[in-house]
């Protein structure tokens, strides 16, 4: 199964890097597998579909705010994923309407299979490069969320 692993986010903007922490963790442990990529991006929306296409299954690392305490990994499958204001910004398309637009419109075939894993955070607008101490210890268990999702066959 060709897979991506797609870290989203600002490294500029505190908590909102921690996918791209996570995906630079991936990029050490993981890029040695045969069918596995890592990339890193600053936002979602539609530029995304160039970037997934042809890929069998996509692993998503973000940041999200739902109000759990942060620090907190959730892994989320394509159902659980709602109309959001990440992965996007006012001028783009969210996850939900760039995978439904792609499928319809996309000349290469999109994931079939779509994972995120997504921790919580605190503050995702003050100038930072560093992540809140209870968002850095999460990296760890976000990583091994990403190897339980690699190690299923989907």
């Known amino acids: 199964?060709?897979?991506?692993?797609v870290g989203v986010g600002s490294p500029i903007l505190?908590?909102?890097g921690v996918g791209i922490v996570i995906a630079r963790h991936c990029k050490?442990?993981?890029?040695s597998i045969n069918n596995v990529d890592v990339a890193e991006i600053g936002t979602g929306g539609l530029?995304?579909?160039?970037?997934?296409?042809?890929?069998?299954?996509?692993?998503?690392?973000d940041a999200v705010i739902s109000g759990s305490p942060p620090g907190t990994v959730q892994v989320l499958d394509e159902s659980a994923?709602?109309?959001?204001?990440?992965?996007?910004?006012?001028?783009?398309?969210?996850?939900?309407?760039?995978?439904?637009?792609?499928?319809?419109?996309a000349g290469q075939?999109?994931?079939?299979?779509?994972?995120?894993?997504?921790?919580?955070v605190r503050d995702v607008t003050t100038f930072s490069e560093s992540l809140s101490p209870e968002v850095q210890?999460?990296?760890?268990?976000?990583?091994?969320?990403?190897?339980?999702l690699l190690r299923s066959s989907g």
């Open 1 to 5: 199964m060709k897979t991506l692993i």
């Open 14 to 16: 505190g908590d909102d």
């Open 28 to 31: 050490e442990l993981f890029s």
């Open 47 to 61: 530029s995304l579909l160039d970037i997934v296409a042809g890929y069998d299954r996509l692993i998503l690392l």
């Open 81 to 105: 994923i709602s109309d959001t204001v990440h992965l996007g910004t006012g001028h783009e398309a969210d996850l939900k309407t760039t995978l439904a637009l792609g499928r319809k419109l």
């Open 109 to 120: 075939p999109l994931p079939k299979e779509v994972h995120i894993v997504a921790v919580e």
């Open 137 to 148: 210890a999460a990296v760890p268990s976000a990583v091994a969320a990403v190897e339980k």
